[in-house]
């Protein structure tokens, strides 16, 4: 695996190779010394148990790293804002953060439009940075997330300081950084509650954990960016689900699931108060 890295003092980027990995190297350009960065973590941690699916369960704690400022890779953010355009819509705007920490990310906004009558979110600044995939999913450590909003959710400035509006972009958000914290890895299947036990988003839903699932609604194609030989970006859907539905993905696995949302035609489209496919209804 190849070091990616650039020269503090004029920009030029390198890729070098990895036993070269957190030694100083001089600049061939401007002639500048700089630390090229550590190779990726070895792998995620050890999961604390096994669901009754057979699905590893970790719990996490205190944060093993310190904060570490983050500028965003323009590169980067270039060529996501161009997949983004190709596959799901002009982006009206983007969300930037004013003070990062590991990883710089922004949230790029596609404006709804009468093809696509929602809003498309996107992550970039999650795959600046390679995840801890274990061995075997290295192809995997590259990642970028997005979710959809009714035409109809409040984005300006002044509505999103009320949490019941916020809390999406929070959960995009979170969930960039959350692998590059606590040195693990996201991809399909994998879910992160709110808390231990897991609670509402915010007082508007009863949705209370994040499932990560392959995109349905962009184009086809939206789904994978290759940057290089060694750099692909897998984009996964945010899909918000409810305590119930969390059981049945640990007891019986992602699947079940997956088919009972299929049949309910539920997707990256947010819905607060969309039907709870594994609540039993009363008929009476």
């Known amino acids: ?24 190297v001089k600049c061939k350009i401007c002639k500048a010394v700089f630390v090229l960065p550590s ?3 070895a792998g995620p941690p050890e999961p604390a148990e096994e669901s ?3 699905q590893p369960v970790y719990r996490y704690a ?16 270039e060529r996501i804002s161009e997949h983004i355009e190709q596959h799901c819509g002009p982006v009206e705007t983007v969300m930037h953060e004013l003070v990062s920490d590991m990883v710089h990310i ?15 979110l996107v992550t970039s600044g999650m795959s600046d940075r390679p995840m801890a995939a274990p061995e075997g999913a290295e192809e995997l450590r590259f990642a970028e997330l997005m979710l959809s909003l009714p035409p109809d959710w409040k984005l300006d400035e002044a509505s999103l300081e009320d949490g019941a509006n916020y809390w999406p972009i929070y959960v995009l958000k979170m969930m960039a950084r959350f692998p ?12 992160l509650p709110n808390g231990d036990p897991a609670e509402p988003y915010a007082e508007n839903t009863k949705l209370c954990c994040a499932l990560l699932l392959s995109p349905i609604l962009p184009d086809e194609g939206f789904s994978q960016l290759v940057i290089d030989d060694e750099k692909t970006i897998h984009f996964f859907s945010i899909v918000p689900i409810y305590q119930e539905e969390i059981d049945l993905k640990l007891s019986q ?14 997707s990256e489209l947010l819905d607060i108060r969309r039907v709870n496919v594994c609540k039993k209804r009363s008929w009476w």
């Open 1 to 24: 695996m190849a070091i990616r890295a650039e020269c503090d003092n004029c920009g030029y980027k390198y890729k070098l190779k990895d036993e070269l990995a957190g030694r100083k």
């Open 39 to 41: 190779t990726a973590p």
């Open 52 to 54: 009754p699916s057979g």
């Open 62 to 77: 205190e944060r093993p790293t310190q904060f570490e400022f983050a500028v965003g890779d323009s590169e980067n953010i």
């Open 106 to 120: 922004d949230v790029h906004v596609v404006k709804p439009t009468p093809e696509r009558n929602y809003y498309t």
């Open 180 to 191: 590059h914290e606590y040195q693990t890895w996201l991809s399909w299947g994998h879910t």
């Open 253 to 266: 696995g992602t699947e079940p699931l997956v088919e009972k949302f299929a049949q309910a035609k539920v």
